[in-house]
């Protein structure tokens, strides 16, 4: 019987009636044996997460103020829970432990940790699951990163001999013996170490939304529900906004070939998406393209040189000056006597003339010019790479819309199709690409 392990964030468990659906669900399958809790999250829009206050808490501490109102704030949240399941534990001596580490300044990563630490105590003694602190199963090595074998070889040997655990999600122990957390949103990091390391059959993420949405509902109404999509392609729709993972989430699973199901703890009969590896046989989706993402607010930075071609190392000596100002860049369409470089706007701010000159007096173009306020999009399928026209019913999308393409790019992956659209277009295109392939019938 395979292993599930499973992920809840902090929605999902913000209070003690959301945490009894989360008891539900791990209740109603043996297979999920192994829980990773978040911190409890909001439970309305103007709430504050525990771990928000956990570090506002610390900030006080850190300042030598007094920060008991504030902590007392933190332990009634978690007494609400305790209260609300009708159990009998108490966190008096946690709570004093811990503000006696605030006063010997235990650092602002221990602050946060705690968060899960406390929720992972209740989460633990509520299901009668044993309990296993992650600093004692999650490592980092010296320069912050994971330290794989050591996590591996710990937490697979410590979850070898329990049948069910509680993990609690966000930290390990630091290179210095400190707790260390990963950056926020990182228990759906743990979730996946947890999953990679005991090879699970799949590793559920429990959140609040049903899945990955082919657009963002901020933009387009009521977006269809991405049923599965491949690592590769949410790397893609990920890095260009669209977000409910945390971005190192997708590699401890990914390695071991584990699937990735998102799943709504308050609709847990809807399927969710499927995150799978790209090997699998599953059928591509039924609108060709898998979802859209986007972000505004690039800038165009347009060199033009005659028999640019022919000048060895013109691009380089370009994309030197950007790299000695540490400028990532996103895009470099070409042609003969012309190259552009897009790259993200804010890195640009106070330093544009300086990198003009520097680009200038590097390979002497005829002109460069700048434009800002260029929208990028990205319209990512696996389906593509089989299917004709797909580039043509993006461009026949926006010409009808009167949207003009700023730019083109299909990667060489042909996963995807990227194009460059003014600011204020942005809405409206993907608007209407997501109309030509969710809601118009397929031809
Ligand atoms: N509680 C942490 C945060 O708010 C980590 C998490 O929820 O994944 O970022």
Not at 154 to 175: H, Q, S
Not at 273 to 286: F, H, K, N, Q, Y
Not at 379 to 397: D, N, P, Y
Not at 411 to 420: D, M, R, T, Y
Request: glycine share 8%; with cysteine.
């Amino acid at each position: 019987m395979g292993v599930k392990v499973v992920k809840f964030g902090g929605s999902s468990l913000a209070d003690a009636n959301q945490i009894k659906k989360a008891a539900a669900i791990i209740q109603a399958d043996a297979q999920r044996r192994y829980v990773v809790p978040s911190a409890p999250g909001k439970r309305f829009q103007e709430d504050t997460k525990v771990t928000d206050m956990l570090y506002a808490c610390y900030e006080l501490a850190e300042k030598g103020l007094d920060f008991q109102r504030q902590l007392e704030a933190i332990q009634k949240r978690y007494q609400e829970i305790i209260d609300g399941l009708g159990m009998e534990l108490s966190l008096d001596s946690e709570f004093a432990e811990i503000a006696d580490h605030f006063r010997k300044r235990a650092g602002k990563d221990y602050a946060a940790s705690r968060g899960e630490y406390l929720n992972g105590k209740v989460i633990a003694s509520y299901l009668q699951f044993p309990f296993i602190d992650a600093a004692e199963v999650i490592f980092f090595a010296p320069d912050g990163s994971l330290d794989d074998d050591k996590t591996n070889a710990v937490l697979r040997g410590r979850l070898a001999g329990v049948d069910n655990a509680v993990i609690p999600g966000f930290y390990g122990c630091g290179a210095d013996g400190y707790v260390k957390t990963f950056s926020r949103g990182g228990s759906d990091v743990t979730g996946s170490i947890v999953a990679g390391a005991v090879k699970a059959s799949l590793y559920e993420n429990w959140t609040d939304v049903s899945g990955f949405l082919v657009a963002d509902p901020r933009i387009v109404e009521n977006p269809a529900v991405i049923r599965t999509i491949t690592y590769t392609e949410l790397r893609e729709l990920s890095y260009m906004g669209a977000s409910v993972l945390h971005e190192a989430a997708i590699f401890p699973v990914r390695s071991a070939g584990i699937p990735i199901n998102i799943r709504n703890t308050n609709a847990p009969d809807e399927p969710g998406t499927m995150i799978v590896p790209e090997s699998t046989d599953e059928e591509i989706s039924a609108y060709t393209i898998t979802g859209i993402a986007g972000k505004k607010d690039f800038t165009s930075i347009n060199i033009h040189k005659d028999m640019m071609n022919s000048q060895i190392g013109f691009c380089r000596d370009v994309l030197n000056v950007l790299a000695n100002h540490n400028i990532p860049l996103e895009h470099m369409p070409s042609s003969i006597d012309s190259m552009t470089v897009i790259v993200d706007s804010s890195h640009l701010k106070g330093v544009e003339d300086e990198i003009r000159t520097e680009i200038q007096k590097a390979v002497q173009p005829d002109t460069i010019d700048t434009e800002e306020n260029i929208a990028l999009i990205a319209v990512v399928g696996r389906g593509m790479c089989r299917t004709r026209g797909v580039a043509a019913r993006i461009f026949a999308a926006l010409a009808h819309a009167r949207i003009n393409v700023r730019m083109i790019d299909q990667g060489s992956s042909e996963l995807n199709v990227i194009v460059a659209v003014k600011d204020n277009d942005f809405e409206q295109a993907i608007r209407c690409i997501y109309e030509m392939f969710v809601n118009s019938v397929e031809g």
